[in-house]
Every structure is written in C-alpha cells, then in structure tokens.
C-alpha cells in the first residue's frame, strides 16, 4: 500500500474521532481564542505544583541492559502527624491519618511501589505521593521508554517487541535493585496494573514470601481489543482497520507525526480531556494541563510501539496465582465508573476472580482517577495498607 494510501486511511480514521468531538472543541473556541489558549497552557506549565515532587534517585538494569530509572522517598523516623495541607501536599486524613499514628504500623510498614501507566509517568502519582511522603518508604519508578527511563533497548535494536510479560520483568529488576529485602506492597494503575499482574505470574514464589498487598488501579486482565472508548461502533471499527498502517507510518516517520499532534493541539487536548476524566470541564485546569504534558512528552514512536501490546494482553492466569494467596494477600480493585480507556467493566471481572479483594467504582470519574479523586484513592490505599502491616516483618 502506497505511503499516500495510508495517510488517506489514518486521516479518514482521525477525521472520524475529531468528528465525534467536534462539539467540544467548537464550544472552546467560542471562548477562548487560540492564541490565549495557547498563552494559559504555558502559564499553567510554568505555576502548577505538580509532579514537583522528588526523590533519591536509582537505576535498575532490564534484562536487556535497559536503565530503569526509579525514585526512592525513605520514611522519616518520626514524621509529622498533620503537615500543611497545600495543593501540591495534602494532609493525610481520615482512615490514613490514623493509620500513620498506630505504633505497630510504624515499625512494620512495607514498601510501597508504584507502578504507572501507557503514555505517563512516575509523576501521575502525585498525590499519593504527596499523602504517603515521610510516613512509608516508597519506590516510584517510569516503565521503559517512559520517562526518565532509556528507550526500550530490545526495542530500538529490533531484537524484541515490547509486551507487557517484558514489563512484568522490568519490574522485578525493579525491585531486586531498590527493595532487596522486607515486605513489599504494589501498586498499579491501567499499564502498571498490568505489570503488576504479569509480575505476579511470572514470579509467584516472591509474591507469596514478600508481597503484602496490591493495588490494581483501572486496569484490565484482557479483552481491551473489544474497548470501543465511548465511541461508536463504525467510528472504532475504522480506526482498528486503519491501525495498521498508522503504527506503520508513525513508527518510520513519527517527526513528522510530532508536528501533526502538535498542529492538531485543540482538538488532541479535547479527545484527551474526554478519554482521561470522568468530568473534564469540572476538573482543575492546572490537573488536567498536567496530565496532558505527561502524554505530551511520550514520543509517538513509543505511543505505536507499545499500542499492539495491549491487543494480546492475557493475565486471567495471573488473577489465578493473586486467587491463591487471596486470604493473606490483601488486594484492591478500583476504577473510575466512566473510564473510557479500561472500563469499570473490567475491574468487575478481576474482582470476580479475586472475590475476597475490595472493589471500588468512584461515582463520576474517568481513567485518571486517582488524579481525578485523589483522596478516594488515597483513602482506599491507606485501608490496604492497614490490612498489609499486620502478619509481616518490618521493612528495611
């Protein structure tokens, strides 16, 4: 097929999906011309707080030689009970504040290790990060190609194409490097859930000698290959024909693709607001710029090269391995009840599998929950957290 074909397939494609949201992007720039548009992005770039926070800095190598970078925050020997609650650090509360003031969870907290999703980073944990900081030891870490961490090597030298069982051994170099020993609690949201899960099966003995809890944050065991995002039918069924050869022209000449999502910026900031939040014109403007430039800085080659991965993706065996640990193995499943991208749907059906794990759906959120609602999840963390302390050795 001839390169004019294929970019007359993925504009056809595109200008269906623009089609779709053509009504929310019409209505902002009855509002706001695009030049102030422009301007507020920069401002908001240039003030927000988030994804301001930092920790000691560590690299672990893949399997392939892949520098994975990770962060680490050390727990304050005796942290302060109420801190100022700002934007960029709110104060632990309710079940957490508590949490923190129990003597027997000071001295056998576990690590916690977060784990992002596609397209993001380790700084979409902001909030969690902001609430957990000083109280428990935690591991932040940007998956490959992600980030601050190296572009995939398998990848660039074509040896192997990314999947999320690659991933799932991304992690344990992970923590072999920055948690050698103690208890371990994991947490994971859409791709990092996955990650999580395929850990799980590739890995069960450590699961049943060292992990404590897990956190499978909107995410998905399989079947994403029949999400249609909130789109309609013919308008996804196009998209999927046209994929193909879309992944190929980004992944031979993503400069070019670049300028287009760049030149493109309205309406790709109004397909992204729609798929990410459960409400996008009530969410904090500083919020929702900051999840955008998270995406933004994924080039479009890594965007193409991780996509088909999630086509074939299969851990129903791994919620098997979770199953049979589930009554020492405290786990959560929690999604946003209008995520477009893995449905509520498919965080019911972990929970099936999983039946004595805790479900929770939040009312009026999307994707990006635990940005969209952080001190829901915060809360639901911190009650996982309660029941993973109890049975095991401290930390080191």
Not at 43 to 50: H, K, M, V, W, Y
Not at 153 to 167: G, H, N, P, T
Not at 204 to 229: K, M
Request: hydrophobic share 45%.
């Amino acid at each position: 097929m001839s390169w004019a074909r294929r970019a007359g397939i993925a504009g056809v494609a595109l200008g269906a999906v623009a089609t779709t949201v053509a009504t929310t992007v019409a209505i902002e720039r009855l509002s706001v011309q695009r030049g102030l548009r422009r301007q507020a992005r920069l401002e908001l770039d240039a003030t927000g707080p988030f994804g301001t926070l930092r920790g000691t800095p560590g690299t672990a190598f893949a399997e392939d030689g892949t520098e994975l970078y990770y962060e680490i925050d050390e727990r304050d020997e005796h942290p302060a009970l109420e801190p100022p609650a700002t934007v960029a650090e709110p104060a632990p509360r309710g079940r957490l504040a508590k949490l923190l003031r129990r003597p027997e969870a000071v001295r056998r907290r576990p690590t916690v290790v977060f784990s992002h999703g596609y397209c993001l980073a380790q700084d979409v944990w902001h909030f969690q990060r902001a609430a957990l900081r000083g109280h428990y030891r935690a591991v932040y870490w940007d998956q490959r190609s992600h980030g601050r961490s190296e572009r995939g090597r398998s990848q660039v030298e074509r040896v192997e194409d990314v999947s999320i069982d690659q991933l799932g051994r991304d992690l344990k170099a992970v923590l072999d490097a920055a948690v050698p020993e103690g208890p371990v609690v994991l947490v994971g949201h859409s791709m990092g859930g996955m990650t999580v899960m395929a850990f799980a099966e590739q890995y069960p003995e450590y699961v049943a000698e060292r992990v404590t809890g897990i956190a499978l944050v909107g995410t998905s065991a399989g079947g994403l290959s029949d999400v249609t995002y909130g789109f309609p039918a013919p308008v996804i069924g196009l998209v999927r024909k046209a994929m193909p050869g879309m992944l190929r022209v980004i992944g031979a000449r993503p400069e070019l693709v670049e300028r287009g999502r760049r030149a493109v910026g309205d309406l790709y900031s109004g397909v992204f607001r729609r798929l990410s939040f459960g409400e996008p014109r009530s969410i904090d403007p500083a919020v929702a710029r900051f999840a955008e430039r998270l995406i933004e800085a994924v080039p479009m080659d890594v965007v193409a090269e991780f996509y088909p991965a999630f086509h074939v993706h299969d851990k129903m065996a791994a919620l098997g391995v979770l199953r049979g640990l589930e009554n020492d193995l405290p786990v959560l499943v929690l999604a946003g009840e209008r995520d477009e991208m893995t449905p509520a749907a498919h965080s019911e059906r972990i929970a099936e599998e999983l039946p004595a794990a805790e479900l929770l759906l939040v009312p009026e959120t999307g994707h990006l929950v635990l940005l969209e609602a952080p001190l829901v999840v915060n809360d639901a963390l911190a009650r996982l957290l309660a029941r993973s302390i109890h049975p095991h050795e401290p930390a080191v």
